[in-house]
Structures are given as structure tokens and as C-alpha cells.
């Protein structure tokens, strides 16, 4: 979660409930998520880590789109 929107409880209501929704998830395309934690006051989670392209690539193979809240 960026730091802006760590002081809204309407955002990390949200940042939770997608969070809680996303660790039930379990399919090869799927990312997995650890459980929240919290770094400085700031809600955060810890995704595995992938082999290939970053996802900042900007390659034409890359699927999927980047949320900042």
C-alpha cells in the first residue's frame, strides 16, 4: 500500500478484503500471497518471486496491469 492511502480506512479496508480474497487462489497463473504484515504503520504483503521478465518489462509478452493503492 502506498504510504498516501495508509492513513485511509476506506483503503485499507479495501487492501485487506482483496488481499483476503486473493491467498484462497491457487492456479499456476496466479501469484502467490503471504499474509499481511505491516512495515511503519503501513499495511504490505509479500508476493513470490518469479523467474522471467520484471513487472516493470515492457514487453509485448507481458500480460496482466499494475494497481498502486
Known amino acids: ?3 498516501k ?3 485511509d ?12 480474497a ?3 487462489v491457487m492456479h499456476d497463473n496466479v501469484v ?4 499481511v504484515g505491516e512495515d511503519r504503520g503501513i499495511p504490505d504483503i509479500a508476493m513470490e518471486e518469479l523467474a522471467g521478465a520484471p ?3 515492457s514487453s509485448p509478452e507481458r500480460v496482466g496491469f499494475w494497481c498502486s493503492y
Open 1 to 3: 500500500m502506498l504510504p
Open 5 to 7: 492511502f495508509a492513513t
Open 32 to 35: 502467490t500471497i503471504s499474509p
Open 9 to 20: 480506512p476506506i483503503a485499507q479496508e479495501r487492501f485487506l478484503r482483496e488481499v483476503l
Open 22 to 24: 486473493s491467498v484462497g
Open 55 to 57: 513487472s516493470t518489462s
